[in-house]
């Protein structure tokens, strides 16, 4: 009783030690009791692991939050105004006059990277442990490694992909090249998928092989590694343990047939983050609300504004209602999503068009714009690249910044939202890296060109 008790304080502490210190200022001594003893029981290990599913739920960039990718970059793109402070760092990323020392700049860096300390301490300190599900863990922990340094990528561009615990190796790290990065996302996730086998495959709460296999469908598709984006949602498709929804009303449902990785609330019966942050629940919105530039893009017919978008109760203002659930019931409704069916083919059907797989592309977008309830696009006289952004901004908006990463994929930043933003220009396609972090660590530079 006593050494779980222990056990079960150390397991405290290094979750402590995990939430109070910036990546770059946390080093563990290599006699350490927290690594030592938590990784060498299943329990406490298995509870270190589950710590970063909270920690990517509620302080990374997938937190739904107004801290979280789909609002900042929401804000940053064309989906979303603000009415929230003025003098606020989200205020300077919606008008586009972020610099080096915007808050919410820095907090995407420092949480980011939190996590991934805390996921390589975890790699660390399961490779001397020798229970069952020893690579199981191992693989959930490169997961998430590998899936915050593609986010901090996407963001930032250049960025240091840093594997050790060390602080005087972290001090003076310097950044990798894109390719590089590409390399060590890859790596990480085949390891993981080595590891991982057919663990947790009758859970999508917890990454089994096809949310690895979503990341790296993804990857390949912003690598335009066509064929390989293609390979990896494949896989996925044929399973046939994924099917797109009947009634669009219940996408967002935790039982949701098409959810492929989704993070369990906080406790049960809570509501998602995305839920109370996005519904305006009074006449005017308190920070945000769908723009008309936005709302105005949807076809005649679309399902998906008339079931995830509902007005304020004026009816001046629109938002965001794929999730529903924004008070605490007896059990939850909805979890967060990070990935699910619907992008998986929007994927697949881009890279078919890479391919010259016309058929097949145009097979794919209809079947997404069936489930909205409209006609499919026919086989002659279509722009298959405008088709797909249009699917891609009306499926997954608000969701996770895709909006803004496909502009920018698709280099039409400036072509979108020079006409409504004015501030807006070429470099800000990336974030500045933080100035503070520069001051920490001049290996850091140059900084990103503009800022």
Same mark, same amino acid.
């Given at each position: 009783?006593?050494?779980?008790?222990?056990?079960?304080?150390?397991?405290?502490?290094?979750?402590?030690?995990?939430?109070?210190?910036?990546?770059?200022?946390?080093?563990?001594?290599?006699?350490?009791? *927290?690594?030592?003893?938590?990784?060498?029981?299943?329990?406490?290990?298995?509870?270190?692991?589950?710590?970063?599913?909270?920690?990517?739920?509620?302080?990374?960039?997938?937190?739904?939050?107004?801290?979280?990718?789909?609002?900042?970059?929401?804000?940053?793109?064309?989906?979303?105004?603000?009415?929230?402070?003025?003098?606020?760092?989200?205020?300077?990323?919606?008008?586009?006059?972020?610099?080096?020392?915007?808050?919410?700049?820095?907090?995407?860096?420092?949480?980011?990277?939190?996590?991934?300390?805390?996921?390589?301490?975890?790699?660390?300190?399961?490779?001397?442990?020798?229970?069952?599900?020893?690579?199981?863990?191992?693989?959930?922990?490169?997961?998430?490694?590998?899936?915050?340094?593609?986010?901090?990528?996407?963001?930032?561009?250049?960025?240091?992909?840093?594997?050790?615990?060390?602080?005087?190796?972290?001090?003076?790290?310097?950044?990798?090249?894109?390719?590089?990065?590409?390399?060590?996302?890859?790596?990480?996730?085949?390891?993981?998928?080595?590891?991982?086998?057919?663990?947790?495959?009758?859970?999508?709460?917890?990454?089994?092989?096809?949310?690895?296999?979503?990341?790296?469908?993804?990857?390949?598709?912003?690598?335009?590694?066509?064929?390989?984006?293609?390979?990896?949602?494949?896989?996925?498709?044929?399973?046939?343990?994924?099917?797109?929804?009947?009634?669009?009303?219940?996408?967002?449902?935790?039982?949701?047939?098409?959810?492929?990785?989704?993070?369990?609330?906080?406790?049960?019966?809570? *509501?998602?983050?995305?839920?109370?942050?996005?519904?305006?629940?009074?006449?005017?919105?308190?920070?945000?609300?769908?723009?008309?530039?936005?709302?105005?893009?949807?076809?005649?017919?679309?399902?998906?504004?008339?079931?995830?978008?509902?007005?304020?109760?004026?009816?001046?203002?629109?938002?965001?209602?794929?999730?529903?659930?924004?008070?605490?019931?007896?059990?939850?409704?909805?979890?967060?999503?990070?990935?699910?069916?619907?992008?998986?083919?929007?994927?697949?059907?881009?890279?078919?068009?890479?391919?010259?797989?016309?058929?097949?592309?145009?097979?794919?977008?209809?079947?997404?714009?069936?489930?909205?309830?409209?006609?499919?696009?026919?086989?002659?006289?279509?722009?298959?690249?405008?088709?797909?952004?249009?699917?891609?901004?009306?499926?997954?908006?608000?969701?996770?910044?895709?909006?803004?990463?496909?502009?920018?994929?698709?280099?039409?930043?400036?072509?979108?939202?020079?006409?409504?933003? *004015?501030?807006?220009?070429?470099?800000?396609?990336?974030?500045?890296?933080?100035?503070?972090?520069?001051?920490?660590?001049?290996?850091?530079?140059?900084?990103?060109?503009?800022?």
């Amino acid at each position: 009783m006593k050494t779980s008790i222990l056990k079960f304080n150390i397991l405290l502490l290094f979750f402590l030690i995990f939430s109070c210190n910036d990546f770059v200022e946390v080093d563990f001594p290599t006699n350490q009791l *927290p690594s030592l003893y938590v990784f060498e029981n299943e329990t406490t290990a298995n509870g270190a692991i589950l710590n970063l599913y909270s920690e990517l739920r509620d302080n990374s960039i997938y937190n739904g939050k107004l801290s979280s990718s789909s609002i900042l970059f929401g804000l940053y793109a064309d989906e979303l105004d603000y009415y929230g402070n003025p003098t606020s760092g989200l205020n300077d990323i919606y008008l586009h006059h972020i610099d080096a020392n915007n808050a919410e700049v820095k907090t995407v860096w420092t949480n980011s990277y939190k996590l991934i300390y805390m996921a390589n301490a975890s790699i660390q300190g399961l490779e001397n442990s020798h229970f069952s599900s020893k690579n199981t863990l191992m693989a959930e922990a490169l997961f998430f490694r590998a899936f915050m340094y593609f986010s901090l990528h996407t963001i930032y561009d250049e960025i240091p992909y840093i594997k050790s615990t060390d602080y005087m190796v972290n001090s003076r790290c310097y950044k990798n090249s894109q390719s590089e990065i590409y390399a060590n996302l890859i790596e990480d996730l085949e390891n993981a998928l080595a590891l991982l086998q057919d663990a947790n495959i009758n859970t999508n709460t917890r990454i089994n092989k096809f949310t690895i296999y979503a990341l790296l469908a993804k990857i390949h598709l912003y690598n335009k590694e066509w064929n390989k984006a293609i390979n990896y949602s494949d896989l996925i498709i044929h399973s046939n343990r994924f099917q797109l929804v009947n009634d669009i009303n219940t996408e967002f449902l935790k039982n949701s047939t098409s959810t492929i990785f989704q993070l369990k609330t906080a406790k049960e019966g809570s *509501p998602t983050n995305e839920a109370p942050i996005f519904t305006i629940t009074g006449q005017n919105p308190t920070n945000i609300a769908l723009t008309n530039h936005f709302l105005n893009s949807f076809e005649k017919g679309d399902l998906r504004k008339l079931y995830w978008v509902k007005s304020s109760s004026n009816g001046n203002w629109f938002f965001s209602s794929k999730y529903k659930q924004i008070n605490t019931l007896a059990t939850s409704s909805e979890y967060s999503i990070v990935f699910r069916l619907p992008e998986i083919i929007l994927i697949r059907a881009e890279a078919y068009i890479n391919t010259n797989k016309k058929n097949e592309a145009i097979s794919d977008i209809n079947s997404i714009r069936n489930k909205a309830g409209l006609n499919g696009i026919s086989n002659t006289n279509e722009n298959l690249f405008e088709a797909i952004l249009n699917e891609r901004q009306h499926e997954l908006f608000c969701e996770h910044g895709n909006r803004w990463f496909d502009l920018k994929r698709f280099g039409l930043l400036s072509q979108t939202l020079l006409p409504l933003k *004015p501030s807006f220009q070429d470099f800000h396609q990336y974030f500045p890296i933080p100035e503070s972090e520069i001051i920490l660590n001049q290996n850091l530079l140059p900084q990103n060109q503009g800022y």
